[in-house]
C-alpha cells in the first residue's frame, strides 16, 4: 500500500463540534443500510413536491437515471416560496457586496418578489417551458434572480462564466440554441469596469437563436445597446407584475446546462434535473457545512461554475440560509480584502479553492491577522486536490485551529458533493476522506477490480447526477459509463489509504485544472492550430505553486515559420482571445516533432516530464524515441 507522509496527522473533531453537529454516525449508518431510503428521507424533509413521486429511483433504463419519478415541484417554488411566508421571511437571503463597496441586501421576501417580476418579464418576453436561457453575467444578485426566475417558469438556464471569451459565449449559446441572452453593462475588475456587454456583442453577431438580450446596468460603464434588440433589466421590471405562479415541473425535468471541458475540443453541456439535484445540494450543505439558521455562508465560486450554482444560490436558498457573494479581485484594494469582508459580514462558515489559499498564503499572515475572524467556525475547499501545506496554513490562519476543513470532491456532473468529510469525521490534510452518506465510490484497476492505486469510479446512481448531455446521449454513455461498465468513470486517480480515505490525485484524462477551472487540453490545442504559423500542437499541465497546474503547449511550426519571442506571445494572445485568459498557456515550446505513441496518441506523461524537469521516463512504446531527446533539449534551451 502507498504510503503517504502524512498520514500520522490526523485531527479529530472536538466534543463540541460532535455534539453540535447536524450529523451523526447514526446517519451514515442509516445509509449503509438502506442507501435509497437515506435519500427518500432527504427528499421527503428537504424538498417541497407539489405531486408526491411514485418512485425514488428508476433504474429501468441504465445510465439514464431518474430520480423520484411521477413527483412534480419547482425550484424557485422550494428557494423562496417556502420563506416568503415563513419565520425566515425578513432574513438575509443573499448578501452581496461589490469591488467598489456596493452592498445589497435581499431578504427572502424581497428576493420572492424580484424573482416573480423577473420571471414575468422572461415569459413576456415568450420565454416558455423548456426554453434555454443563457446567463452571461457578474456575481451580483441579479444574477441569482434570473436563474430562480428561470426555473420558476420550467426554463432552462445555461451560465457561461464571465471570464470566458466571446467565441466560448457564441460556441455555449450556439449549442444549446439560447433564445435569451442576459448580461449586464460591465463589472469592477481592480478599480475598472470590465467590459462584459462588449464581449457579448461580438458574440452575438454569431448566434442566430438569440432574440433579445437583457442588460443589467450595474459598473455604469457606456455600451452599444442594439434598438429591437437589447433590453434594459430595470426598464422591464420597472412595470412587471409581483407574482407569477411556479411552472409545476417534473421531478426529472432539465434544470440546468452547464458546460464544462471533456476531453475532446468540445464542450459538454452537462444537464442536470430538478428534484434530485435539490435534494442532494440541500443534504449535502446541511450535513457537510453543518449551516444552522444562524449562519452566513461565503462560497467563494464563481456562480459561472457548479460551485456557484450548487452552493451560492441554489443549496443554500432552498435551505433558507444567508448566502454571501462578493463580485471583485480577491487583493481590490489590497490583499486583505476578503478578510475585512468576512469580518464585517460576521462570514461563519467560508468555502473556497486550493488556488485562492495557496496565493493567501504567499502573501503571508499579515492580511488575516488584520481582521478578527474568531466568528468563523467552518471551511471548506473545492476544486482540485490541496497540499497539505496548504491546508496546514488555512487552518491555522484562517480557521485559528479550530475549525474543521471540509475538504470536497465532486464535478460539474455530479452536482453536489460526493466524497467529503462533515464535522464529525477525523481529518487528514490533503484528503477528501469518505463518501458521502449514501454516496458509493470505489478505487478500481484496469480490470474494474477494487485496489488501493487506480481510477476513481461511483459505483450507483446518486440524486444530483448529471443526465446526460445537452443533445449528445451518446458522448454521455462512452464518456463516462464505457470504460468501466456500469460504474460512473469520474476521470480521477485516487489511492485509498490505510484508514479507508480516498485521496484524488488528479485528472487521468485530458483536462487540466488551471486555479480549480476545468480546461480541455483539445480545446486549447485547437486554439493554437488555428493559428496560420501551427501544424501541430500538443498541450499539458504542468505542475503550478499557486494554479496547481499551468496549462503548457507543444507546438509545431508549419515549415518557412521559426520561433521567436513575439510569435510565443501572439499564440498566448490568441488562445486568451479564444478561450478566455485562464487557458493562456505560461510556457509555448517550439519543437520539431511530438512524442507519439505508435498509433499516433501524443504522450503527454512524457512531455509532463520534460515541463517538470524529470528525467525522461519509459520511452520504449514511442514511435520515434528520439524525437524526446529533441524536445527535452529545447526546452532546455528555452530556460537557458
Ligand atoms: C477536481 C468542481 C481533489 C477533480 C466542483 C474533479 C478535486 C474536477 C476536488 C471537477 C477535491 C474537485 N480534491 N480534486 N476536493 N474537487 N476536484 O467540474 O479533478 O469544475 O474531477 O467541479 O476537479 O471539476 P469541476
Known amino acids: 500500500m502507498e504510503k503517504t507522509a502524512l498520514e500520522d496527522r490526523v485531527f479529530y473533531p472536538s466534543e ?18 438502506d442507501r435509497l431510503g437515506f435519500w427518500k428521507r432527504m427528499a421527503d424533509e428537504l424538498v417541497t ?3 408526491p413521486y411514485e418512485k425514488v429511483l428508476d433504474d429501468s433504463n441504465p445510465p439514464f437515471f431518474r430520480w423520484f419519478t411521477g413527483g412534480t415541484t419547482n425550484v424557485s417554488y422550494n428557494c423562496v416560496d417556502r420563506h416568503y411566508n415563513s419565520p425566515k421571511r425578513n432574513k438575509a437571503a443573499l448578501c452581496y457586496e461589490s469591488e467598489i463597496g456596493r452592498k445589497v441586501i435581499l431578504t427572502y421576501r424581497e428576493l420572492y418578489v424580484e424573482v416573480n417580476k423577473f420571471a414575468n418579464v422572461l415569459k413576456g418576453l415568450g420565454v416558455k417551458k423548456g426554453d434555454r436561457v443563457c446567463l452571461y453575467m457578474p456575481m451580483i444578485p441579479e444574477c441569482a434572480i434570473a436563474m430562480l426566475a428561470c426555473t420558476r417558469i420550467g426554463a432552462i438556464h445555461s451560465i457561461v462564466f464571465g471570464g470566458f471569451s466571446s467565441e466560448s459565449l457564441a460556441d455555449r449559446i450556439n449549442d444549446a440554441t439560447a433564445k435569451i441572452l442576459i448580461t449586464a453593462d460591465g463589472n469592477f475588475r481592480r478599480g475598472t469596469p470590465f467590459p462584459l456587454k462588449n464581449n457579448a456583442d461580438v458574440a452575438l453577431q454569431s448566434t442566430p437563436s438569440i432574440e433579445k438580450v437583457v442588460v443589467v446596468k450595474n459598473a455604469g460603464n457606456e455600451i452599444n ?133 495557496r496565493t493567501f498564503m504567499k502573501w503571508g499572515t499579515e492580511y488575516p491577522k488584520k481582521h478578527d475572524l474568531s466568528q468563523l467556525r467552518l471551511l471548506g475547499t473545492v476544486g482540485e486536490p490541496i497540499n497539505p501545506e496548504a491546508w496546514m496554513w488555512y487552518y491555522e490562519n484562517i480557521g485559528g485551529g479550530r475549525c474543521p476543513i471540509m475538504d470536497t470532491w465532486w464535478q460539474t456532473e455530479t452536482g453536489g458533493f460526493m466524497i467529503t468529510p462533515t464535522p464529525i469525521i477525523p481529518l487528514k490534510p490533503g484528503t477528501a476522506t469518505i463518501p458521502f452518506p449514501g454516496i458509493e465510490v470505489d478505487v478500481v484497476d484496469e480490470n474494474k477490480q477494487p485496489t488501493d492505486r487506480g481510477y476513481l469510479v461511483v459505483k450507483s446512481p446518486w440524486p444530483s447526477m448529471l443526465m446526460t448531455i445537452w443533445g449528445d446521449d451518446n458522448r454521455y454513455i462512452d464518456q463516462y459509463w464505457k470504460r468501466f461498465g456500469d460504474m460512473y468513470f469520474a476521470g480521477d486517480g485516487a489511492k485509498r489509504d490505510e484508514m479507508g480515505y480516498i485521496w484524488v490525485t488528479g485528472r487521468v484524462d485530458d483536462v487540466l485544472n488551471v486555479s480549480g477551472h476545468r480546461l480541455g487540453t483539445a480545446e486549447i490545442e485547437s486554439a493554437l492550430v488555428e493559428c496560420e504559423e501551427v501544424a501541430e500542437a500538443a498541450v499539458i499541465g504542468k505542475k503550478h505553486d499557486v494554479k496547481g497546474e499551468a496549462p503548457c503547449a507543444f507546438v509545431i511550426l508549419k515549415d518557412g515559420f521559426t520561433g521567436s519571442p513575439e510569435l510565443v506571445d501572439k499564440l498566448k494572445k490568441h488562445v486568451g482571445v479564444k478561450i478566455g485568459p485562464i487557458a493562456r498557456p505560461d510556457d509555448i515550446i517550439f519543437t520539431a516533432s511530438l512524442p507519439k505513441t505508435r498509433s499516433g496518441k501524443i504522450m503527454r506523461r512524457l512531455l509532463r516530464d520534460i515541463a517538470e524537469g524529470r528525467a525522461l521516463g519509459d520511452v520504449t512504446t514511442l514511435a520515434d524515441p528520439g524525437a524526446m531527446q529533441e524536445i527535452a533539449a529545447q526546452y532546455a534551451g528555452k530556460e537557458d
Not at 447514526?26 to 449503509?32: D, N
Open 49 to 51: 413536491f407539489f405531486k
Open 225 to 357: 445597446m442594439v434598438e429591437g434588440r437589447d433590453l434594459w433589466y430595470h426598464d422591464l421590471m420597472a412595470t412587471a407584475d409581483k407574482y407569477c405562479p411556479p411552472e409545476e415541473m417534473e421531478a426529472d425535468a432539465p434544470l440546468f446546462i452547464l458546460y464544462t471541458s471533456g476531453s475532446t475540443g468540445k464542450p459538454k453541456g452537462v444537464q442536470h434535473t430538478t428534484a434530485g439535484y435539490l435534494t442532494q445540494v440541500q443534504a449535502t450543505l446541511k450535513y457537510v457545512f453543518d449551516l444552522k439558521e444562524t449562519d452566513t455562508f461565503w462560497c467563494t465560486a464563481d456562480i459561472g461554475w457548479i460551485t456557484g450554482h450548487s452552493y451560492v444560490v441554489y443549496g443554500p436558498l432552498a435551505l433558507g440560509m444567508t448566502s454571501f457573494m462578493y463580485d471583485g479581485t480577491i487583493d481590490y484594494p489590497d490583499k486583505d480584502r476578503m478578510w475585512d469582508m468576512a469580518e464585517r459580514w460576521g462570514v461563519t462558515v467560508f468555502y473556497t479553492a486550493p488556488t485562492a489559499i
Open 16 to 33: 463540541e463540534v460532535v455534539k453540535n453537529a447536524n450529523i451523526t454516525q447514526e446517519i451514515y449508518e442509516e445509509a449503509k443500510k
